[in-house]
């Protein structure tokens, strides 16, 4: 009795198979993805997976280059299990806004799906996709692949990884769109890895699919390096992506092979390297750098300011604090809300500023740098503070 009653064989002889296969599935995203492919993105927690995803989505929504790479524009589904429906939304207006897209411009070419809290694995899709009208899809974004693993799922397992992507490639021939799944690196230094050994669980997550592509930091803070691995194409050229929130932008000035390496390793019998202390930012880099004339949420520029100075949320609201304190920024309410938006003094904002041009009571005086801590114009920063690699 067999196991499959529906499949059919088809034998074929190897000129049959060239007549019907003429040409390649269309191309996607170009060097990388196909139409009915499947690509995973890989990175390390918190480096910005899913920021790349959404650009990736409103660029082939919209026919845009993405990342140094033409695309076809066809319409996109981003599945989310991962951040709140609330959190998605402001995310996705963050980076239409930063591509200057009004949400009339790709409305009808992206759809959302919010799965966070719904407990759906990957054949809880299925009434999805089988709804679907086969070309309707040009892209599907899964974000985070590891959330739709059935329960009770080996990650580590080969058969239970090559099972999930058996689903996804089913759900590929289904819909004919190409599949993205979003998925975080393993612990640890992923530098010396080769590109198919980047990724949290088994080896086969990269030998099932068509792209493996993943994101490791350079030695540049700031900046990571963009590869993959890649069947249908040539060989990928690595490139150095600069984090400009919200968006991920290619820098051609950096040497991709400059990658991130673990401070501590050395080859056996070479010399201890001297220990270089970062020189700390100062309120008035931290403004120039992060603070614009434009009204910005806070918690937008404490968030590039962690990115791009590597400092902690923790160091880059003490420096924010201090510069309103100065009067270099202006604090501001929104109405009806219980957020609050920051701008360069000279601005004037459209709400009344907390602090308008003087400076709380109680701001320390500036100090010299001593003890666990360094302090910065009246901004004490202590070394848990700054964020290590």
Request: aromatic share 6%; glycine share 6%; net charge neutral.
């Amino acid at each position: 009795m067999t196991q499959y009653p529906d499949l059919q064989f088809v034998r074929q002889s190897p000129s049959q198979l060239m007549r019907e296969h003429r040409v390649m599935d269309a191309v996607l995203i170009d060097g990388v993805l196909r139409r009915g492919e499947v690509m995973n993105i890989v990175a390390a927690p918190k480096m910005g997976k899913s920021w790349l995803a959404l650009g990736l989505a409103l660029a082939v929504a919209m026919g845009r280059p993405a990342l140094g790479m033409p695309t076809t524009q066809g319409k996109v589904l981003l599945i989310d299990n991962e951040l709140r429906p609330a959190t998605l939304a402001n995310r996705m207006k963050a980076v239409a806004d930063a591509m200057r897209l009004d949400v009339s411009d790709y409305d009808e070419w992206v759809e959302v799906v919010s799965l966070r809290g719904k407990l759906c694995d990957w054949a809880g899709l299925s009434p999805l996709f089988e709804a679907v009208r086969r070309d309707d899809l040009s892209l599907v974004i899964c974000d985070a692949a590891y959330r739709f693993a059935p329960k009770g799922a080996d990650e580590n397992g080969n058969g239970d990884v090559t099972a999930n992507y058996n689903v996804v490639d089913v759900f590929a021939q289904m819909t004919g769109a190409a599949f993205v799944l979003v998925h975080h690196s393993s612990k640890g230094e992923q530098t010396s890895k080769s590109i198919t050994d980047v990724g949290s669980g088994a080896g086969s997550q990269a030998r099932a699919c068509d792209t493996h592509m993943v994101l490791r930091p350079h030695e540049e803070p700031g900046v990571v390096v963009l590869d993959a691995v890649v069947k249908s194409f040539k060989e990928f050229s690595p490139r150095c992506l600069r984090f400009d929130w919200p968006m991920f932008t290619v820098d051609a000035t950096l040497d991709p092979a400059s990658l991130r390496r673990a401070g501590n390793r050395r080859v056996k019998g070479e010399a201890k390297p001297a220990k270089v202390v970062a020189k700390p930012l100062s309120v008035d880099e931290f403004v120039s750098r992060f603070v614009k004339e434009q009204p910005k949420p806070m918690g937008e520029v404490i968030a590039m300011a962690e990115v791009d100075a590597s400092i902690s949320a923790k160091a880059a609201r003490k420096l924010l604090d201090a510069a309103i304190g100065r009067g270099l920024v202006v604090k501001s309410k929104v109405p009806k809300s219980s957020a609050f938006t920051v701008a360069l003094a000279s601005v004037n904002c459209s709400t009344p500023p907390l602090y308008p041009l003087s400076p709380p009571p109680h701001t320390p005086p500036a100090k010299n740098a001593g003890g666990d801590g360094w302090v910065e114009e009246g901004v004490t920063v202590s070394k848990e503070d700054k964020q290590t690699e």
